[in-house]
């Protein structure tokens, strides 16, 4: 298990050392500023062993954070904790930066101490560690209130206290998805996914059942089925479902109930969580195409000229379009000409930048640039690394929809006609490449 | 409503934006300042100290002189200042076990306190300290806080028993505290069962031998329950429980696993992973016929592509774990290559594994878009994955044979670059390309020799050297190359001089005449002047060999290479067993077992996967082995990595061989610089020449009969076959006797001998082929090249069972005349492709051309006349025929079973004349006269015909019959 947890300033200054097992001695700590942060080297792995200690690390920011251990440990479950453990220093006292983490380091101590035990993660919902970590004491609590914290630290439902109370029951559902394209110079898609996530903000009092529902392929087909007639099955199934190749759910979801029925049932958290993720191959939306030209003239010179078009209906709008063009390090001068936005060139990334604040569906437009080159004695040749994009878009590129959230509260008076929801798609460029 | 939140956090913790100050003192008597400052009476004051204190302690200060007053300050009501001290009392205990002591009563007090989270603090607590006498008195709380009445409490005992454990496993015993552990996987909490699986698992590491887990099918039920309900953490400690279990039967497996499946959607991906492993571990046992077995395999693939969607350092732990289940059940990823794409902003410890796996699923059927990819990764920036890259476009080559041709132009390509390191890669990768397909790519050695002199690394050097070794003979400054080399000979790594050793020697035995000097400066360079005793006992034995039975080492040192394997890193199958049962730990990223990692008891034990044991009927022999498919039957042919030691020295770094070892030294060996230019030298140029007896036999005698194998080096066994001469019909048609066209050590082992026959007027090839391979072979298939008389299979070969090890097959194999025409020298001269399941094999052989004497091949006595004038002089072709007891009848009968028919006969002087015609497949006729002279055994024969080449063969063809 996990032998102790360093916090690492950019330096390689320890600001917080918890050792957890005996076998971690206090060398431990040295030997992974030596090795690996102050290593001359760029990291090539993110779990090290230095003299049989093994170390994980990630960072945030400028600041490390490193897990050591001596034993074969879950790595999958060590890096796991190092996010949850971020998570929950982010809730409770936002960035992780070094300031924040030296005025907040009794209260990371006490965090340390209650969701590791041993080197065993316990329990790290922020829901209810904030009821009894608060860094106030917790003279105040009756028998009551105590034995509710334990019962919810370690109950079957960890994530949400009892007696949560809201005048107005409301839930927002925010669709949120990253596209994600690698295409040929040719305009041949090499790979293309959606990563999504439904993020659910809830503000429900009691402790409500809720039921969601969305045209996954697999459901809608078996309604189909079941329903009139297999033909009107397929009409409804044609575009209006998805395949999605995979989903992964928020701890408060009943896995087994999925597994069997593929329905998605829980008893959310309150206020703000990420009820599941989900991946998508088929029948993408792509919102935006890049055509780029580049051509070569002479040694000294390259001539650039980038199209986009954008698909999806004329009455939509996407926003915050920036394309990047990347341009050889010798790059000595550029000259841009744009029908649309800004284009800058930015020697320091070396790319020109083109934003484009908004741009309605089925749209096209252009960049051209002239590139001056320094010339060099380098022999090697220039990467080309390939033109990224990003956006915003209205709608789930996916083609998701949200069918239905159904609240159930039996012991409290209000049903699922009163709970006000909402709704929103939006889509964004996650890693939006073409090749040039 | 979440702005809201985040206000009233920073409001809450505004107060503390001066914590940061702590770290920030250095100065003189800071402890004295302290001191004055725990023992002050205002709680505030006392608290600022003690976290001046801890942090201190946590930027690396001593500040182990405080502890009395620290400890002093334990006795407090708020409690954050107790888990101060508390925090300071673990670190400083063991240092301060006397005064240790003093604590003890306020932890014994807390763990009766009314605050559940009080008395958890002190159990806890109190197990992190490692001295004995707080351990003692830790046994009578522990034992009460495991039965407490609030789940809070007994998860934390839970965890304090494998804490005590790991300070006095004997105490732990002799209290029973594994018994209350034991009961605890009954809790009706959760987070209990979870922390007493998480502590029970521990404990049982340092037992290996005991039952303490005792897993049996109930024990199992109530945790496949309790992982319903439990924290993330908590379902991955009982999976990873899980895991360890062995189900007693395939049933019992396929409801394990169907209750664990519905984990693969967890937004953890450690609980994903440690289902992986259970299903991995759990699935061997499943029959795989059963529909579930395939329904578990299409589960597997979703959840493991998701993993790739995760933060970095996930994916790299879920690509090194796909890395093995990819080696274990190629078949759950193969159709997902695309994901494995490297995307630009990939951090390189991910590009790097994902280009280790997109080589691992390249097939057939990808493999134009992997290269096309690969491709593009070679001209990245950063070195090392530059490199992998290149590697990998050769690995593809190797791996998948359409694709060679593809890769080694591309190879070119990036050769031309000029990169140095992108250059040295690709020769050390064109190498292998080399073993793998001989013979095919050889032009581009010109481009790789152009490259010498930017080799920089061993690496590269050591594969250059062994190409120049092995294709000397078509290099023309082979030697002038190797030479250059040997200037700086003791600058060179250890594998270049080795290397540079047997490429000087190879040359040697090939050009001895131009290289004697040379190979006597590498010797005694390698013997004389080093110190490395590799280089110098290989050196001596080379030595030996030269001058003792250069035949032998010529056979030894330009042996045939057995094949190169396609995976060149698989993980050994009994390790790559043992880390599918750590799936998901630092074991399956490290790709080592745990005990190569982990010191002392723990994770010595092996774990392996289950064998399949079969509850109803369809019980198979256990196969562990060979649940992955495809491994077993590749298994001989994969070249160990570390090779014995006669291989590797035998078989110049790359493999062993397959012949057999040195034939044994012979008496009176003598060492020295002259001796090898004695008798030993003598005899391997004398069997060049062909001088030598030994070497005679096989290079004198196969001319005779295969010409066109001249390359062969055929073996002095093959003379005998020539003595086996197959019967003869004697009044059918002649059929040569079956030899030996492909030796075994030409292909792989695969032998293969025949002849030809014409049968009821149907050509026949009639092989016989062996297996001298320890691998089956299968899928054989034959083509001819182009000939001069249009042979071509009529028919595919039929060979319909894989051919074992040892065994034999006849074949026959009808041909038909139509295939395209060629000329080849010699006219009856047949190229031949034999394919299996291993290679393509090339050999070439001569038919007797009477194959082609068709049955309707008597002309008309006229016609005769009339052609025979007709057809020019020059034309004319006379042989004799020596030796040849028959008399003319005999002779005429015997030839008119190969379709030579006899039109007319003349006696003038005692000599017999007989007029035969023959008609060829092609129409072609030849028109003979055959002179026999009673009492004369040698005849003499005219042959007339239109196309005069054919004259020559049409000869032997008399010569065969007439003399079997």
Not at chain 1, 323 to 334: A, C, D, H, W
Not at chain 2, 866 to 894: G, V
């Amino acid at each position: 298990m996990i032998g102790g947890l360093f916090i690492y300033n950019h330096k390689g200054e320890v600001l917080i050392s918890r050792v957890y097992r005996d076998d971690i001695g206090r060398n431990a700590v040295d030997a992974f500023r030596v090795n690996v942060i102050h290593a001359r080297q760029q990291v090539r792995s993110p779990v090290t062993n230095i003299a049989r200690t093994s170390f994980f690390h990630v960072k945030r920011s400028n600041i490390w954070l490193a897990v050591v251990t001596k034993q074969n440990v879950n790595a999958a479950m060590v890096f796991e904790f190092l996010y949850k453990m971020c998570d929950v220093m982010a809730s409770y006292f936002g960035k992780i930066s070094e300031e924040n983490i030296k005025n907040n380091f009794v209260l990371i101590y006490e965090l340390l101490d209650e969701i590791l035990d041993f080197g065993y993660p316990q329990n790290s919902e922020t829901g209810s560690l904030k009821t009894f970590i608060t860094q106030q004491g917790i003279k105040g609590q009756t028998k009551e209130e105590q034995s509710q914290i334990t019962s919810q630290v370690t109950g079957q439902i960890g994530w949400r206290r009892e007696g949560i109370k809201y005048r107005r029951n409301e839930l927002f559902l925010d669709v949120l998805e990253s596209v994600n394209l690698l295409m040929s110079p040719q305009g041949q898609v090499l790979s293309a996914h959606v990563s999504g996530r439904v993020v659910m903000k809830s503000y429900l009092s009691g402790m409500p059942e809720c039921k969601f529902g969305m045209n996954d392929k697999i459901i809608i087909d078996k309604a189909g089925k079941g329903g009139v007639t297999n033909e009107a099955g397929k009409s409804t199934s044609g575009k209006q479902s998805i395949a999605i190749d995979d989903c992964t759910f928020n701890q408060c979801v009943r896995l087994s109930k999925f597994d069997s029925e593929r329905s998605i049932s829980f008893i959310p958290p309150d206020g703000e969580y990420e009820l599941m993720r989900y991946r998508t191959t088929k029948d993408i939306i792509l919102p935006f195409r890049v055509i780029p030209l580049v051509r070569e003239v002479g040694r000294t010179k390259l001539e650039v000229k980038v199209v986009i078009k954008s698909n999806f209906k004329p009455s939509l709008l996407a926003q915050k379009i920036e394309v990047r063009i990347p341009t050889p390090l010798n790059t000595s001068g550029v000259q841009v000409i744009c029908m649309k936005g800004k284009a800058k060139y930015k020697a320091s990334e070396n790319a020109i930048v083109w934003k484009i604040k908004r741009m309605a569906g089925m749209k096209e437009s252009q960049i051209s640039a002239e590139i001056e080159l320094l010339p060099t004695n380098d022999k090697k040749k220039w990467a080309r690394p390939p033109i990224s994009m990003n956006f915003e878009v209205p709608f789930a590129p996916s083609g998701l929809k949200v069918r239905y959230l159904k609240v159930f509260e039996s012991k409290l008076n209000y049903s699922d006609h009163d709970v006000i929801k909402w709704v929103r798609y939006i889509g964004r460029s996650g890693i939006y490449e073409t090749r040039c | 409503m979440e702005w809201a939140n985040q206000l009233c956090e920073n409001r809450q913790f505004g107060s503390k934006m001066t914590d940061s100050k702590y770290f920030t003192t250095t100065k003189k008597g800071e402890i004295f300042e302290l001191k004055a400052e725990l023992n002050s009476d205002k709680k505030e004051k006392k608290k600022e100290a003690v976290k001046k204190v801890i942090a201190s302690m946590t930027v690396g200060k001593d500040v182990s002189a405080l502890f009395p007053d620290v400890v002093n300050c334990m006795q407090t009501d708020n409690l954050e200042l107790k888990k101060l001290v508390y925090l300071y009392l673990m670190n400083y205990a063991k240092s301060q076990p006397d005064m240790a002591i003093m604590a003890v009563n306020t932890f014994v007090k807390d763990c009766e306190d009314a605050n559940p989270l009080i008395r958890a603090l002190a159990v806890r607590t109190m197990g992190c300290i490692r001295v004995d006498k707080i351990t003692e008195y830790l046994c009578e709380p522990l034992r009460k806080c495991l039965k407490d009445e609030d789940p809070y409490v007994r998860k934390t005992a839970a965890v304090c028993v494998a804490k005590l454990h790991d300070i006095n496993a004997q105490l732990v015993e002799d209290q029973g505290f594994l018994d209350t552990l034991k009961d605890l996987i009954s809790d009706s909490n959760p987070m209990v069962v979870a922390n007493a699986v998480a502590a029970l698992s521990e404990i049982a590491e340092s037992h290996p031998n005991s039952n303490l887990l005792d897993l049996n099918p109930q024990s199992i039920n109530k945790l496949l329950t309790a992982l319903n309900e439990c924290t993330e953490w908590g379902q991955i400690f009982i999976l990873d429980c899980l895991a360890n279990y062995t189900p007693r039967d395939d049933r019992e497996s396929q409801s394990i696993c169907e209750r664990v499946t519905p984990r693969l959607s967890h937004a953890n991906s450690a609980v994903v992973l440690s289902a992986v492993k259970v299903l991995m571990k759990f699935m061997e046992m499943l029959p795989k016929d059963l529909d579930y077995y395939s329904t578990l395999l299409k589960k597997l693939a979703p959840p493991l592509v998701t993993l790739l969607s995760a933060e970095p350092e996930l994916q790299y732990v879920a690509l090194r774990n796909i890395n093995l289940i990819v080696q274990k059940r190629p078949e759950i990823l193969k159709h997902e290559m695309k994901v494995f794409f490297v995307k630009y902003n990939d951090p390189i410890y991910v590009k790097l594994e994902k280009l280790d796996i997109m080589i691992r699923l390249a097939s057939q059927a990808n493999i134009a878009q992997v290269l096309a990819e690969l491709k593009e990764y070679a001209t990245e920036v950063d070195v090392d994955f530059v490199r992998k890259a290149v590697r990998a476009i050769g690995r593809c080559a190797i791996k998948v044979e359409q694709s060679a041709e593809r890769c080694v132009s591309t190879l070119l390509d990036l050769i031309q670059t000029k990169v140095n390191y992108v250059v040295q890669e690709a020769i050390v990768v064109i190498k292998d390309i080399f073993r793998k397909y001989p013979n095919k790519y050889e032009s581009v050695i010109a481009t790789l020799c152009e490259n010498l002199d930017s080799l920089d690394e061993p690496e590269a050097r050591a594969a250059m050297i062994w190409i120049v070794g092995e294709y000397a003979e078509r290099i023309d400054n082979a030697d002038e190359l190797l030479e250059s080399f040997l200037e700086g000979f003791h600058d060179e790594s250890t594998q270049v001089q080795l290397q540079l050793l047997t490429a000087i020697v190879k040359l040697f035995l090939k050009k001895p005449t131009e290289t004697q000097e040379l190979v006597q400066q590498v010797l005694s360079l390698a013997t004389q002047d080093s110190d490395n005793p590799d280089l110098r006992d290989r050196g001596y034995i080379y030595w030996r060999l030269l001058s003792t039975d250069p035949v032998a080492a010529k056979e030894v040192v330009l042996a045939e290479k057995p094949l190169i394997s396609e995976e060149t890193d698989l993980i050994e199958p009994t390790l790559l067993e043992e880390l599918i049962c750590h799936i998901g730990t630092l074991a399956s990223v490290y790709h080592k077992p745990p005990s190569a990692f982990v010191e002392g008891s723990r994770g010595v034990m092996h774990k392996r996967l289950p064998a399949r044991t079969g509850s109803g009927e369809s019980t198979e022999s256990p196969d562990v082995g060979a649940a992955g498919g495809s491994a077993p039957e590749a298994a001989p042919s994969i070249i160990p990595s570390q090779g014995d030691l006669l291989g590797d020295l035998l078989n110049l770094d790359m493999a062993p061989p397959t012949t057999s070892g040195p034939p044994p030294p012979s008496t009176g060996m003598q060492m020295g610089g002259m001796d090898l230019l004695g008798g030993g030298l003598d005899s391997l140029l004398g069997g060049d020449i062909g001088g030598s007896p030994a070497m005679g036999a096989g290079f004198g005698a196969a001319p005779a009969v295969m010409p066109a194998s001249l390359n062969a080096p055929v073996g002095g066994g093959l003379g005998d076959l020539f003595d086996l001469g197959g019967v003869g019909m004697p009044m059918g048609a002649y059929i040569p006797p079956k030899i030996v066209w492909l030796p075994a050590m030409k292909a792989k082992g695969l032998e293969i001998s025949g002849t030809f026959a014409r049968r009821a007027g149907v050509i026949q090839m009639e092989l016989i082929l062996t297996n001298k391979a320890m691998s089956v072979m299968t899928d054989f298939a034959i083509q001819f090249n182009r000939n001069s008389f249009g042979l071509a299979p009529a028919g595919p070969l039929q060979v319909l069972t894989p051919l074992g090890p040892n065994q034999t097959i006849e074949v026959s194999l009808p041909l038909s005349t139509v295939g395209p025409v060629m000329k080849m020298d010699p006219l009856n001269n047949l190229q031949v492709a034999v394919k299996n399941n291993i290679d393509v094999f090339y050999f070439s052989c001569q038919y007797p051309i009477s194959m082609l004497f068709v049955e309707d091949g008597k002309m008309e006595r006229q016609v005769f006349l009339a052609t025979w004038k007709d057809i020019p002089n020059d034309n004319e072709s006379q042989f004799q025929i020596k030796d040849c007891h028959l008399n003319s009848d005999a002779a005429s009968s015997k030839l008119q079973g190969s379709n030579i028919f006899t039109i007319a006969k003349r006696t003038v002087e005692g000599q017999d004349m007989l007029y035969m015609s023959i008609k060829l497949s092609n129409g072609i006729w030849v028109l003979a006269e055959l002179r026999v002279q009673a009492g004369n055994p040698n005849y003499t024969i005219s042959l007339k015909c239109r196309a005069p080449e054919v004259s020559q063969c049409v000869f032997q063809c008399y010569e065969a019959v007439l003399k079997n």
